[in-house]
């Protein structure tokens, strides 16, 4: 009998993973509940530390590419094999919580921590990838590392990168120690076998139906743009209204449109979010002559929304006209949705029903890292529920019962995968 046939007599250490989890959180740019590490600040560097001590004590061989992704190896018994892959992220955005992106890594490593304790010998690697900048906090484009990982980021535009105080993406990571040049961050082809990431759903229905596990069989697309408009500005009062050119209220306007086109695309899954809205000068007694927005578009499906896309662009252009505001309209990324690998969830889906777990399958809304790792992988993911759907704020918060049983559920997993 192999050992992917034979039972484990595998136990998870959920005290020492909870352990973990609390210790990184406090690594943090500000106090606690609140969890803030923006790429390549202060509080990211020491939360990589963390990372790659706790991959030490696991046992791990570390290497680090030129972006700074950590990838952190079990060898196999055969390394001339393609890996089987796990991870996600521990960069946090302002003011979030301890659970987002971190159990897929600390549990990632519980998990072969757990295999290795019930006396697994992978016959493929296994490895543990800590990506770099799954949030878009500092570049305004999620997903960095990945994208670099699996090609789908150019690199003049990786070079092209700016953050709001104007440094580039090369300054920063040469401040940071990161080795090598951009173009060897690309894997190879075939380089993983299957990838599988661990994560808090980040969405209400686990809970709501008292389900443990969730196994993605979809990921949704993302798509970003931003929206410059121009009008006329001056004084409150003494400009009447018949003739005004008001940027603020055409971008008001525009945000309405977003929503309208999202919810009438004809896809349920379609969302659409204007998550940055300014206007100038900002003054109470001030006509605003100029407003930025960025706009988030997502579905599980591109034709509802490029459907949406086009309803946003005719909406602004018309209100725009109507307002005497000039309007430019410009792409920042337009991803593909990422179907899960249909083994690797018949797998996983297995493995819950010998636990006696329930599931049920499920499409990612919000993306990961496993939508570019699906480009260069077969890749899944792990759900596990999180109280109130909540994520991206200090409340986050997944028990230590459910945490336990995602990594059961991947351990499982990426032994089988890995014989």
């Not at 971190?102 to 998990?111: D, K, M, Q, R």
């Not at 092209?160 to 090369?170: I, P, T, V």
Request: hydrophobic fraction near 40%.
């Amino acid at each position: 009998m192999s050992q992917a046939a034979a039972p484990l007599a595998l136990t998870v250490d959920s005290a020492a993973l909870s352990r973990r989890l609390q210790e990184l959180a406090l690594i943090s740019e500000a106090p606690a509940p609140v969890v803030t590490r923006v790429l390549l600040s202060e509080a990211d560097q020491r939360g990589r530390d963390y990372v790659r001590q706790a991959a030490r004590e696991t046992g791990l061989t570390l290497r680090e590419d030129a972006v700074g992704n950590i990838f952190a190896r079990w060898e196999g018994s055969d390394p001339t094999l393609p890996a089987v892959g796990t991870g996600s992220h521990t960069d946090a955005i302002p003011n979030a919580g301890l659970y987002d992106g971190v159990v897929g890594v600390l549990g990632g490593f519980e998990a072969l921590h757990a295999l290795k304790r019930a006396g697994f010998q992978p016959r493929r690697s296994i490895e543990v990838v800590m990506f770099t900048a799954e949030e878009p906090t500092r570049f305004g484009l999620g997903c960095l590392g990945s994208r670099l990982l699996a090609g789908a980021l150019s690199l003049e535009k990786a070079r092209a990168l700016r953050d709001r105080d104007g440094r580039s993406l090369e300054e920063l990571r040469a401040a940071a120690g990161c080795q090598g040049a951009l173009e060897s961050v690309k894997l190879p082809e075939g380089f993983y076998h299957a990838f599988v990431e661990l994560h808090i759903e980040q969405g209400p229905l686990l809970e709501a139906e008292n389900i443990p596990i969730g196994i993605v069989e979809h990921i949704a697309g993302p798509s970003s743009y931003r929206i410059s408009l121009l009008g006329e500005g001056g004084h409150a009062g003494a400009v009447l209204m018949p003739g005004r050119r008001d940027a603020g209220l055409a971008a008001a306007e525009i945000a309405l449109a977003v929503e309208h086109a999202a919810k009438t695309s004809g896809s349920p899954d379609t969302v659409g979010t204007t998550g940055v809205f300014r206007i100038e000068p900002g003054a109470v007694n001030s006509v605003p002559y100029r407003a930025y927005l960025e706009i988030d578009l997502r579905d599980t499906r591109l034709d509802t929304r490029e459907k949406a896309l086009a309803e946003i662009r005719r909406a602004a252009a018309e209100i725009c006209a109507r307002r005497s505001v000039q309007l430019e309209f410009s792409e920042i990324n337009a991803d593909p949705p990422a179907p899960g690998d249909a083994r690797t969830i018949a797998i996983a889906e297995q493995v819950c029903a010998e636990l006696g777990l329930r599931y049920r399958r499920m499409v990612s809304r919000a993306y990961h890292d496993s939508l570019f790792m699906a480009r260069v992988s077969p890749t899944t993911m792990i759900f596990i529920p999180c109280r109130n759907g909540w994520s991206h704020r200090p409340e986050e918060y997944a028990s230590p019962e459910h945490i336990a049983a995602g990594v059961e559920v991947l351990a499982r997993t990426l032994a089988r995968l890995a014989v």
